[in-house]
């Protein structure tokens, strides 16, 4: 394993069209990480350094969010969530050239990560969800911006009145994620955190608002229920998730746990929806420990070969 910073675009496609996905390569070796972030995110937001060790770290964008080309998000009234979970069936594909991998998903991405799972389960040996989106039922901001999902034009003046001020201005951005914490004085005294902010803020500025809103709308159409309940995916599988999410609520987690077959639940009290930056030391740990727990299977002879 060597660390690594790596950036690039990569171009797959979905129902809805094509996609340039931004990936940031943070370690290499021989098994892949892929993972995918929330609603508001980049690729930068984000460390995951206590998967270095372990392998190949991919952390893949969510379609038009981070450094794309202009016309990225274009097509965002159009997005589904067939579509963001074709899109990341393909990333992971490209990605991973039809390695298995272990996957990860926050928010919006663990609802993608969960499609991956369900649809194409000999790709993903582990799963690591982190406050993931089961079902459309949000609260807080995100929840707020659903109200207007039916009216594109109304929902883009709603995230850009919402959103846009802190794409100008770091110091508005650094307050307004107070609104998916609960444990305030975690995140902000997390120097992890605020290095993150340093390398992505710049990125998330290149976010187009169409995007946030394109988003939202997804997740207003989503309801992964009937097909967990039908073929749930059964490889080993951590769910992470803050006992006080103001975003994803708790609930979602409990039915979550109570119908993946191979499921480690491990809720977080004390905290909302960013677990990995409120109480980033007991999360890392946690992983650390259930990866060990849950070591890969040995290659077959066919595969050494």
């Known amino acids: 394993m060597n660390q690594q910073f790596r950036e690039f675009v990569i171009d797959v496609h979905g129902p809805a069209g094509a996609e340039p996905i931004a990936v940031l390569e943070r370690s290499t070796g021989d098994h892949p990480f892929v993972a995918f972030h929330g609603i508001t995110a980049v690729n930068r937001l984000w460390f995951w350094d206590v998967l270095w060790p372990f392998g190949n770290v991919l952390l893949a964008g969510l379609p038009g969010h981070g450094p794309l080309p202009t016309s990225a998000a274009a097509n965002w009234c159009d997005w589904t969530p067939e579509h963001f979970i074709d899109v990341g069936i393909a990333a992971v594909h490209t990605l991973t050239q039809g390695r298995p991998m272990t996957l990860i998903g926050h928010s919006t991405g663990g609802m993608i990560a969960l499609g991956i799972a369900q649809q194409m ?42 959103f846009g001020p802190g794409q100008h201005n770091k110091q508005i951005y650094w307050a307004s994620l107070r609104s998916f914490l609960a444990n305030n004085d975690g995140f902000y005294g997390n120097n992890h955190v605020a290095q993150a902010i340093r390398e992505g803020y710049d990125h998330m500025r290149r976010t187009p608002i169409e995007a946030i809103a394109g988003v939202t709308r997804v997740l207003s159409q989503t309801d992964l229920r009937p097909n967990l309940r039908r073929a749930p995916p059964s490889m080993p599988t951590l769910l992470i998730h803050g006992e006080r999410d103001p975003v994803v609520p708790f609930a979602q987690a409990q039915w979550l746990a109570q119908t993946l077959p191979q499921i480690d639940f491990f809720p977080v009290p004390g905290v909302g929806h960013l677990p990995y930056g409120e109480q980033e030391a007991m999360v890392n740990q946690k992983v650390d420990s259930w990866l060990k727990q849950n070591p890969l299977p040995a290659p077959t002879a066919a595969a050494r070969a």
């Open 121 to 162: 389960p000999e790709l993903v040996q582990r799963l690591i969800l982190v406050s993931p989106v089961v079902w459309y039922d949000l609260t807080g901001v995100v929840g707020m911006w659903q109200r207007l999902a039916w009216s594109p034009p109304l929902l883009y003046l709603a995230v850009a009145a919402m």
